[in-house]
């Protein structure tokens, strides 16, 4: 993705970020790369203790493949935040989604946390490749000291214009194509909601009308991405970047309404404060848009009322309810 800033929260820019009465009424941080991995900052330790400074009771969670970050951040983690593992199958299956990460480095890593103390999850999306090792993986979770697995049935099988995918090709850095992924065949791990787009017979035409139900304004969350832009999800956050989007609608759409609430800076936490973003135009111009034609195709694709991916694909999970 040419267009991608690559960032890293600065601790010393929390406080500009983030203002002490903001946080003091948050539940729950969570961490969790829609472009990275968290374990990947240099600093997270002192991150989450900047939270913990102004809520001594948030609890915190972090997402990570497991195959990143020092052995010591996880033992010290261990202390401060819960960690779900994304462990997409075992050491001959996981790399195929979870590209370049080392079977041996998950295991230490989330051994180590596990044996400080730490609440571990272990998160398993299911395709056709894992399916046959879903039990054998509980099994190895529960052993292993896991707290939880959750099966996620995966709503991933769509492109950046909403529709239904049968495969996804798997490039290496140079593009070359190396394998394909595709929806696990047995029903108990198929996401029900992809049977339910095949029988849509205009997707565009669905996601415009459909009436909207916003998850992140049911559950009260807020998307804070590492470039600093606020969004109510990472689901709108990944129509900025990436040459597959920037020809759909939602990217000039998203373009346009920020330009109307007078510019992205009026929707980045490094230049507008948050609660205002929250409170202000910027929410208010997307939640406006589900009523009329102007309306993001993400927000009738995801939170629309016949579809539902990312509600079945996380129905097990307590973190995410």
């Given at each position: ?46 991150i ?10 948030i609890?915190?969670g972090?997402?990570?493949?497991g ?14 935040s ?39 999850e ?33 709503g991933?099988?769509?492109n ?162």
């Amino acid at each position: 993705m040419p267009n991608l800033p690559l960032r890293k929260w600065r601790v010393n820019s929390l406080d500009k970020m983030f203002r002490p009465g903001f946080v003091s009424q948050l539940d729950m941080l969570y961490l969790c790369g829609t472009y990275g991995d968290p374990m990947t900052h240099p600093n997270i330790i002192e991150i989450i203790d900047w939270f913990k400074k102004y809520n001594k009771g948030i609890t915190v969670g972090i997402h990570t493949n497991g195959g990143v970050g020092k052995i010591e951040t996880y033992q010290e983690l261990a202390k401060r935040s819960f960690v779900s593992f994304g462990i997409d199958g075992l050491a001959d299956t996981n790399p195929l989604y979870r590209r370049h990460t080392q079977w041996p480095k998950i295991i230490e890593r989330s051994q180590a946390f596990i044996k400080a103390g730490g609440h571990a999850e272990w998160d398993f999306i299911v395709f056709e490749h894992n399916q046959h090792q879903v039990e054998q993986a509980r099994t190895l979770a529960h052993t292993m000291g896991f707290k939880k697995f959750n099966v996620k049935k995966t709503g991933r099988f769509l492109n950046r214009k909403h529709r239904v995918q049968t495969e996804l090709q798997v490039q290496d850095r140079k593009g070359r194509p190396i394998h394909k992924l595709r929806p696990p065949t047995m029903m108990q791990y198929l996401n029900k909601n992809m049977a339910k787009l095949a029988d849509i017979d205009d997707i565009d035409q669905y996601t415009m009308k459909t009436p909207v139900s916003c998850n992140a304004q049911r559950i009260r969350e807020v998307y804070v991405a590492a470039d600093g832009m606020v969004f109510p999800c990472g689901w709108l956050h990944d129509r900025l970047y990436g040459p597959e989007v920037e020809s759909t609608r939602d990217h000039v759409q998203i373009k346009k309404m920020l330009a109307d609430v007078g510019g992205w800076q009026k929707a980045n936490c490094l230049h507008t404060d948050l609660e205002q973003i929250v409170d202000g135009d910027w929410f208010g111009k997307i939640a406006q848009s589900w009523h009329t034609e102007d309306r993001l195709h993400r927000c009738g694709m995801m939170c629309g009322k016949m579809v539902n991916l990312i509600g079945e694909q996380n129905a097990d999970i307590e973190y995410k309810a």
